[in-house]
């Protein structure tokens, strides 16, 4: 049977909505994505996201060609090493990435960039969602806060943690605080700032375990376009070409930094603690972590105070299955999770090829639509919602890290069985093979 292609509202122009945007247009498909920002350059953070191989491989499968060479290409410098380390910044263990499986660093300013280009005609700006309906024949309509409205056969909430579409579709579907509250700022990286750092943190990422339950982490980005925005000496062939060509890089202002967060439970900052911008937020980092090294609070006090923030991080609770309709979730919109697993905007991408593949085999006419979406969200349920888990287990406060003194004895064990490892490279090889099939269990290839 054959039927009439769809036409897919999206609300959200995150990685999600704007990946699930391209597949859908080059399987032919009409979409329309909905962004409450008022502009391509309003939104923008900073911030590092790796892109491992999973979710590499499902950028490349809806991206136009292109498009996936120019994001390889502006992505930073991979990262050489995985580094755990104590406050005092003494490596407990040194994981040596190969570059096959480190996967991608990239700023989260720049693949938003990425994802906008080629998509100009489809993504409007200014838009926020208050409320959709669903109509006799099937369709569903889509309004706005500026009185507008859309009707298309498909709604897909794309639109975060604070999902105003979750909100309606799956009021019981909540997002709970973890305990868990998290300062971040960067500072640019310059010579100077490079040798605050031991080695081979600079050349990767650096993973802090303190006493009282405080971790922190700290990544170098490096770029391929320099702090004037042009290229870099020595950057050559197809690399120079796509970004010389490449219109996102007038609307991004990402620069070389490095970027340093600290957590902890809750309970460890004052009241408020989590709203918190600007110098504020490195006046408190330093406050918390008196006994660390004079480095690391040396990052701390020469923060851009723009970019840092606080947030208490919070966690999706998982739900039953739900009876499919024309209105679906991907992304944080549905699975909410802690960056303990580093795996939430790689779940996102994944989401959208699981629905361009669901959508593109009901407009074949190989499946109904409430059959293609359940098909997608039954997937989506198991491997998101184990990331869900995964991740919570790894950042919470009921955590026994974060208890008083059977906390100490297990950073102690912790720290020892990491030496341990660090010294016995057959066991650091399984140890680490473990720990990259744990990112991915359960996902979907």
């Given at each position: 049977m054959s039927r009439t292609s769809p036409h897919v509202i999206v609300i959200g122009a995150g990685f999600g909505g704007m990946a699930l945007a391209h597949g859908l247009q080059r399987a032919g498909i009409a979409v329309d994505v909905y962004e409450r920002d008022r502009t391509r350059s309003d939104g923008l953070h900073g911030y590092r996201v790796g892109i491992d191989p999973d979710g590499s491989r499902a950028l490349e499968r809806s991206l136009p060609p292109e498009l996936y060479r120019t994001f390889l290409a502006t992505c930073a410098r991979s990262p050489r090493h995985f580094v755990m380390l104590s406050e005092g910044l003494r490596t407990t263990l040194d994981v040596p990435l190969a570059e096959e499986g480190a996967g991608h660093s990239?700023?989260?300013?720049?693949?938003?960039?990425?994802?906008?280009?080629?998509?100009?005609?489809?993504?409007?700006?200014?838009?926020?969602?208050?409320?959709?309906?669903?109509?006799p024949d099937g369709r569903v309509t889509a309004h706005f806060a500026d009185g507008s409205s859309v009707t298309g056969d498909v709604l897909v909430a794309a639109d975060g943690a604070n999902s105003r579409v979750r909100q309606?579709?799956?009021?019981?579907?909540?997002?709970?605080?973890?305990?868990?509250?998290?300062?971040?700022?960067?500072?640019?990286?310059?010579?100077?700032?490079?040798?605050?750092?031991?080695?081979?943190?600079?050349?990767?990422?650096?993973?802090?375990?303190?006493?009282?339950?405080?971790?922190?982490?700290?990544?170098?980005?490096?770029?391929?376009?320099?702090?004037?925005?042009?290229?870099?000496?020595?950057?050559?062939?197809?690399?120079?070409?796509?970004?010389?060509?490449?219109?996102?890089?007038?609307?991004?202002n990402t620069r070389d930094y490095i970027n340093w967060s600290v957590w902890a439970a809750a309970d460890k900052f004052p009241p408020g603690a989590a709203r918190l911008r600007g110098t504020d937020v490195a006046d408190l980092a330093l406050r918390l972590t008196p006994h660390w090294h004079p480095n690391l609070r040396r990052l701390m006090e020469l923060s851009d105070a723009s970019s840092a923030f606080a947030l208490a991080i919070r966690t999706s609770v998982p739900v039953d299955p739900w009876r499919p309709t024309p209105v679906t979730l991907i992304g944080d919109a549905i699975h909410t999770m802690t960056p303990g697993m580093g795996v939430g905007a790689n779940t996102a991408l994944i989401d959208a090829v699981e629905l361009c593949r669901a959508l593109t085999a009901y407009r074949d006419g190989g499946r109904t639509l409430t059959e293609a979406v359940g098909g997608y969200e039954e997937r989506m349920r198991d491997y998101g919602f184990k990331?869900?888990?995964?991740?919570?287990?790894?950042?919470?406060?009921?955590?026994?890290?974060?208890?008083?003194?059977?906390?100490?004895?297990?950073?102690?064990?912790?720290?020892?069985?990491l030496r341990t490892v660090n010294h016995a490279p057959p066991v650091k090889r399984k140890f680490t093979e473990a720990m990259m099939a744990k990112r991915t269990e359960g996902r979907e290839r």
């Open positions: 990239v700023s989260r300013m720049t693949l938003r960039q990425v994802l906008l280009t080629g998509l100009e005609d489809v993504v409007h700006f200014d838009k926020t969602f208050t409320r959709y309906e669903q109509l309606q579709y799956l009021p019981h579907a909540t997002v709970l605080d973890s305990g868990i509250v998290a300062l971040a700022a960067k500072v640019p990286l310059t010579d100077a700032t490079r040798a605050l750092l031991p080695e081979n943190v600079s050349q990767g990422i650096g993973m802090v375990m303190a006493p009282r339950g405080f971790g922190g982490i700290l990544h170098t980005m490096e770029f391929k376009w320099d702090r004037s925005g042009a290229l870099k000496n020595g950057i050559g062939g197809n690399d120079a070409e796509l970004l010389a060509e490449w219109p996102g890089l007038l609307f991004d990331a869900v888990i995964a991740s919570r287990e790894r950042m919470s406060s009921d955590s026994v890290i974060h208890k008083p003194y059977v906390g100490r004895l297990m950073l102690g064990a912790q720290r020892a069985f």
